[in-house]
């Protein structure tokens, strides 16, 4: 074996590791592949001889490639205020995930959080995910962001604050979840505004993103009344809903006629229901399994 092919070999052991990274640090599945090539092109032409720790510096390879992919991203958002909701991990509510897939939603990586991350300045999202996510040492992260490890250890805080405080942790009980969920869209197919209000948390928030084709789907709505109320708006799709694990918590594809118009993807805390994270673009729709759409 030549020494290309035994970096080759190498790289394919930590490829599922170096593209959850990709995947927390860019909420998006193309791009994460797109930064575990170009990771792998910086390493297949770079001199390994001096390479002690070989998980470490790929780690490292690949966080620099999101890093940078993060920041152009910023700088040609032009609205920061436009809401987008990062890839779900969609997968059957029965079944064993792929390899793959466990590596995606190791640590209970839920699209709530993904969503606090989306919001984090890239050397934020950097820190905390590489810190928090994966056990990277300050001193290691502090080169790759151009600080002190104090500072990468401060920027680890304040997002961490964040997160705690926008992304509230998830009753552990799949089943439980399922209830709640359940008990929904019962009451949303019977138009019980009570009974929508009682399963929703006060604050709850609803977050919807249409895509470029369907910006009247954009949008952030707060409150359990507003949410409410919108979910009765929305009860003629009850009888399409298919249940699935969104991003490994309780979940659905809505799909008439065998075509998903939404995912929604539900954060149950406390026995009530928090967070609404819904995608309605028909762009990244269109590759969900036709097993996850029903008969």
């Not at 927390?24 to 390994?48: I, K, N, P, Y």
């Not at 950097?126 to 080169?143: T, Y």
């Not at 065998?258 to 762009?283: C, H, K, S, Y």
Request: aromatic share 6%.
């Amino acid at each position: 074996m030549d020494e290309r092919e035994w970096l080759a070999e190498r790289f394919e052991e930590h490829r599922n590791r170096l593209r959850a990274i990709a995947y927390r640090m860019l909420g998006s599945f193309s791009e994460a592949d797109d930064a575990v090539q170009d990771a792998w092109l910086r390493v297949s032409r770079a001199d390994t001889g001096s390479v002690e720790n070989f998980a470490g510096w790929l780690t490292t390879v690949v966080a620099r490639v999101c890093l940078n992919a993060l920041r152009a991203r910023a700088s040609r958002r032009e609205d920061p205020l436009d809401f987008h909701l990062p890839e779900p991990v969609i997968t059957p509510e029965s079944g064993r995930l792929d390899p793959e897939q466990e590596a995606l939603l190791a640590d209970s990586v839920g699209l709530a959080l993904l969503v606090v991350l989306d919001n984090l300045a890239p050397a934020e999202r950097l820190a905390f995910v590489l810190h928090d996510m994966f056990a990277v040492p300050f001193e290691d992260i502090a080169p790759m962001i151009e600080r002190s490890p104090a500072a990468a250890r401060q920027l680890a805080s304040r997002a961490r604050r964040r997160v705690q405080g926008q992304a509230p942790t998830p009753d552990p009980d799949l089943g439980r979840q399922r209830e709640v969920v359940d008990a929904f869209f019962a009451a949303a197919r019977k138009g019980d505004f009570d009974a929508l209000v009682a399963v929703l948390d006060p604050d709850v928030v609803l977050r919807s993103d249409g895509g470029p084709s369907r910006p009247r789907l954009t949008f952030v709505m707060r409150g359990a009344r507003d949410v409410a109320s919108q979910a009765r708006v929305s009860a003629s799709l009850s009888p399409f809903v298919r249940p699935a694990l969104i991003n490994g918590a309780a979940g659905v594809v809505v799909a008439p006629k065998r075509r998903a118009q939404f995912v929604m993807a539900f954060t149950v805390a406390g026995g009530r229901i928090v967070a609404i994270d819904v995608l309605a673009d028909p762009e990244r729709l269109g590759d969900i399994d036709p097993a996850l759409l029903g008969d």
